[in-house]
């Protein structure tokens, strides 16, 4: 009972999934391309130019104009890439000193709640030992209403 419809679908689907990862291949390839003639710069010259980046962050006129003769590049084109290469180095340090930040303020937060947790632990946490709802204030700052509504003096409780 073999049904030769299956053999077929098998291979049809076959053949279809290699045309398109053929196709996805030649996208990339056709975008790497594209991404070379916007800048003149490949993958093989981006790596000399970081090796030349981590020695000197700003280089002349001079060493940029032999750096884009060297690759065969146009001055313009190593020129951007050093500019965008140092925004990106901006960019990053940013993101670190942010982070930083926050692992500071993480620690003296836990710090802080370490040392003292025991004595504020009524504002986050009810008699019950129940997180503390946010529209409730902590236990010694309420108010009953029987007080209020008599007008007599509140105790805080």
Same mark, same amino acid.
């Given at each position: ?56 962050? #700003?280089?002349?006129? $001079?060493?940029?104009?032999? *750096?884009?003769?060297? !690759?065969? /590049?146009?001055?313009?084109?190593? %020129? ?47 008699? #019950?030992?129940?997180? $503390?709802?946010?529209?409730? *204030?902590?236990?010694? !700052?309420? /108010?009953?209403?029987?007080?209020? %509504? ?8």
């Amino acid at each position: 009972m073999d049904d030769p419809t299956v053999d077929d679908d098998y291979f049809t689907q076959h053949v279809a999934e290699t045309v398109l990862r053929q196709r996805k291949r030649e996208a990339q390839v056709y975008l790497q391309q594209l991404r070379e003639d916007s800048s003149g710069i490949s993958p093989q010259n981006a790596k000399v130019l970081e090796g030349v980046y981590e020695m000197e962050r #700003k280089p002349s006129a $001079r060493t940029e104009s032999r *750096l884009a003769a060297q !690759l065969g /590049v146009h001055p313009k084109a190593v %020129q951007l890439w050093f500019r965008h290469r140092r925004v990106k180095d901006k960019r990053t340090q940013k993101r670190y000193a942010g982070f930083f930040v926050l692992g500071v303020l993480l620690f003296f937060l836990m710090f802080f709640f370490a040392e003292f947790g025991e004595k504020y632990k009524n504002l986050f946490y009810t008699a #019950k030992k129940r997180i $503390r709802p946010y529209k409730l *204030l902590p236990q010694g !700052l309420r /108010v009953r209403k029987a007080d209020k %509504q008599s007008g007599a003096s509140p105790k805080i409780f």
